[in-house]
């Protein structure tokens, strides 16, 4: 179900290098916090190293929570946030299902029917449910989108109100983009966007919502999870 991590050459244990990653991608820290964390438990790594962990490891990590994801539901919600890279306005493209599961990410440069012909069209292909309802804001490009594709008996469009799942998917992106001090190009922004994604569906417990007992059950999961998408080859 999975493809297992080659740690071969590297002067740091495997266990090490799975902290460092796991600490980046699931808290909203900065590499420098990274090092840091990593330095108060006596491991001197800099912040480049961490750096070319992330940009290796992650999107394998990634792809293999992936693989092991049960599928999501079919109802799925569509919204688009603004933000600025290298100056530049563009568009942050999210597809959510109803209980909040990221489904997919793109960084695009348009807000028109292209753009989100792209995200259903790459949705479609990867996801292996069928949409029973797309719930989207009023954005116009959506409804051009959704009749080229013949899903217009599935497509509900309302307010903010009725596509609020999508909306508050949003906040993680927004406190990591602060962090971060914005992202630094388009292709960065989506390579961190799509590797973040699967790692915060697989650690996103909401704790408000369970007991304590059921919490500790649903993260002694994600822990092994994690632990089964990291294993070394």
Not at 157 to 170: D, K, L, T, V, Y
Request: charged share 30%; proline share 5%; aromatic share 8%.
């Amino acid at each position: 179900m999975h493809k297992p991590l080659s740690f071969k050459r590297h002067r740091f244990p495997a266990d090490v290098i799975r902290q460092a990653v796991w600490l980046y991608f699931r808290f909203t820290l900065s590499l420098r916090d990274v090092e840091e964390l990593l330095a108060q438990r006596g491991i001197e790594v800099s912040y480049e190293t961490v750096r070319c962990w992330i940009v290796k490891f992650g999107p394998q990590i990634a792809a293999n929570l992936r693989r092991r994801r049960s599928p999501p539901t079919g109802r799925w919600h569509l919204d688009e946030m603004f933000v600025r890279i290298g100056g530049r306005k563009m568009w942050l493209w999210r597809a959510v299902d109803d209980e909040g599961e990221v489904l997919d990410v793109l960084v695009q440069k348009r807000r028109n029917k292209p753009a989100a012909l792209k995200l259903l069209r790459k949705l479609l292909r990867n996801q292996v449910v069928r949409p029973e309802t797309i719930i989207t804001d009023k954005l116009p490009s959506y409804g051009a989108a959704v009749r080229h594709l013949g899903l217009t008996a599935v497509h509900r469009p309302g307010g903010m109100r009725e596509n609020n799942r999508a909306e508050n998917s949003h906040l993680a992106i927004r406190r990591r983009e602060r962090k971060q001090q914005r992202f630094k190009s388009q292709g960065s922004a989506q390579r961190f966007l799509a590797t973040h994604g699967p790692i915060y569906n697989t650690f996103n417990l909401q704790p408000h919502l369970v007991r304590r007992p059921t919490l500790r059950t649903l993260r002694a999961k994600a822990h092994r999870e994690w632990a089964a998408a990291t294993a070394a080859a």
